[in-house]
């Protein structure tokens, strides 16, 4: 057995805190299993009661080299809180219980296992998937973090559900979220969904595309040509830096249980 690197507590949501052992949502109370995942941002675990299972994600709470960073958790918590809200009727999104203090959310548990290119889908799974990607963009929004297959499960009921909605765009119309900047954003970050989706498609079951999607599935939209150009250096220092802090970096899957 090889020696095991710890992690920089520096990199961890929770810093060297546990999670609570038990939380109470909605009257009903849940014990800690086990983690999901616990990088720099949040802290994501599987709780388990007599009334089932649940997700709970805690937002960053850790300071960060001296400095508070509980705002970070506070941010991100009621960001996903209100995208959960505005997409409650939504089949493919997991039922948002609540939040649990000011850092953390809490949805139901999906039986399932993270979208993979050697796994097979129902025949009906990516236009399921689609018709929650454009009803997500009728209600102004875009889900931005498609390119990650873990973020997406097939159900152990065949249907598909979307997680982590950490860095979904929702900017409401009240806040300026119909400017023409906030609108052009829009259009671009749905046009990366679509890109995305044809993408994940193309992996998994190329058999259903068209000639005409089979050749957009290649074709990088603006945005995501010039992301990937801005953010090449910095993820490439970000991923050497990780790789020597934290050398479970990369493994699991962000919200789902490894299985």
């Known amino acids: 057995m090889g020696h095991v690197k710890k992690i920089s507590p520096s990199l961890l949501a929770l810093g060297r805190t546990r999670p609570p052992e038990t939380v109470c949502v909605r009257d009903c109370s849940y014990r800690f299993v086990r983690f999901?995942?616990?990088?720099?941002?949040?802290?994501?675990?599987?709780?388990e009661g007599a009334a089932g299972k649940v997700v709970v994600k805690f937002g960053r709470r850790a300071d960060i080299f001296g400095l508070p960073a509980e705002w970070v958790g506070r941010c991100l918590a009621w960001h996903?809180?209100?995208?959960?809200?505005?997409?409650?009727?939504?089949?493919s999104v997991p039922e948002f219980l609540g939040r649990v203090g000011p850092t953390a959310i809490v949805h139901t548990f999906v039986e399932g296992r993270p979208l993979a290119r050697d796994g097979g889908v129902p025949d009906d799974?990516?236009?399921a998937l689609r018709s929650a990607i454009n009803a997500l963009h009728d209600r102004g929004m875009?889900?931005?973090?498609?390119?990650?297959?873990q973020n997406v499960l097939l159900g152990d009921d065949g249907k598909p559900y979307l997680i982590d909605f950490q860095l979904a765009w929702c900017w409401p119309r009240e806040h300026g979220g119909e400017t023409f900047v906030a609108r052009w954003l829009r259009r671009r970050f749905q046009e990366g969904d679509q890109y995305h989706l044809l993408k994940l498609q193309r992996?998994?079951?190329?058999?259903?595309l068209?000639?005409?999607?089979?050749?957009?599935?290649?074709?990088?939209?603006?945005?995501?040509?010039?992301h990937r150009r801005l953010t090449a250096p910095l993820l490439g220092v970000r991923r050497l830096l990780l790789s020597r802090l934290d050398p479970n970096?990369?493994?699991?899957?962000?919200?789902?249980?490894?299985r």
Do not use: I, M, N, W
Request: charged share 30%.
């Open 210 to 226: 068209t000639a005409e999607q089979l050749e957009a599935s290649y074709h990088k939209p603006l945005y995501v040509r010039v």
């Open 80 to 91: 996903e809180s209100r995208v959960y809200d505005a997409l409650v009727d939504l089949e």
């Open 36 to 47: 999901f995942k616990h990088d720099f941002f949040a802290a994501t675990a599987l709780y």
């Open 203 to 208: 992996r998994v079951r190329r058999d259903q």
């Open 142 to 149: 875009a889900y931005v973090d498609l390119e990650k297959p």
């Open 125 to 127: 799974f990516f236009a």
């Open 249 to 258: 970096h990369g493994k699991g899957e962000r919200g789902t249980v490894s």
